[in-house]
Structures are given as C-alpha cells and as structure tokens.
C-alpha cells in the first residue's frame, strides 16, 4: 500500500513562488514504475489534474492554465515528487493532492485512474 504525504504549501501574492513536496512510503520501492501526479481542487469545484510524469523516461505533462509555470520533477533515490510552482495566480488557489497509478491513468486530466491519494496542502493566491 503506497502512501503518499504531501507539503510545502502556504500563502503566497500574486506572482510568487511555491514548491510542493510528495513524500512516499509504504511501496516505495514501487514509485519508479508508477505515474505520479498533482492535482488540485479549488472550492466548488471539481478535482482537476494539474502535472504528472511517467516511469521509465520521467515524460512530463500539463494542463494548459500551468504549462510554462509549473514544474513536475522526481527524486526516485528519496521516493519524492515535486511541483514548482511559479507566476502564481489567484485563480491557482485550492488543495493540491499528490498521487499514484500503477499505469496510465485514463483520464488524469479529470483526476481520474490514480490509484492512491495523499491527504493535500493548502494553496492559497492573493
């Protein structure tokens, strides 16, 4: 059972910079065959994918509201998962969630196919 505790998040104006951390356990060992991703949920809304990457090459993707401010990275030796976050906006504020999927999630653009879920962090954009 993979675990997944996420931090790093905070208060930021508009146009700062934060970096979110995953740390994993449980599985670990498992992390460098699993997509990793971030999501995140603003209030009233529904959880949206944010970045993710595969195993093997580490490919990266995003959705477009961050492509050219966030940055999804590995550290498979420390079983972690970053998200850079820059340029921040206000409408970037919610709780931002780490997961896993032991294969390619079929829809991670709407938070779907993760298998495993952290508990989230606080985001929040003035």
């Known amino acids: 059972h993979v675990q997944l505790v996420e931090s790093g998040g905070g208060s930021v104006q508009a146009g700062g910079s934060l970096k979110l951390s995953c740390a994993t356990s449980?599985?670990?060992?498992?992390?460098?065959?699993?997509?990793m991703g971030w999501f995140r949920q603003a209030p009233g809304k529904e959880r949206e994918g944010v970045a993710l990457t595969t195993p093997g090459d580490s490919s990266t993707y995003y959705v477009d509201s961050v492509t050219g401010r966030f940055t999804i990275s590995q550290d498979k030796a420390k079983s972690a998962v970053y998200l850079q976050m820059n340029s921040l906006k206000p409408e970037d504020t919610a709780v931002y969630f780490c997961?896993?999927?032991?294969?390619?999630?079929?829809?991670?653009?709407?938070?779907?196919?993760?298998?495993?879920w952290g508990q989230g962090t606080q985001v929040t954009v003035s």
């Open positions: 997961a896993a999927a032991r294969k390619w999630p079929y829809d991670w653009k709407a938070a779907r196919g993760m298998d495993y």
């Open positions: 449980g599985y670990s060992s498992a992390l460098p065959g699993y997509c």
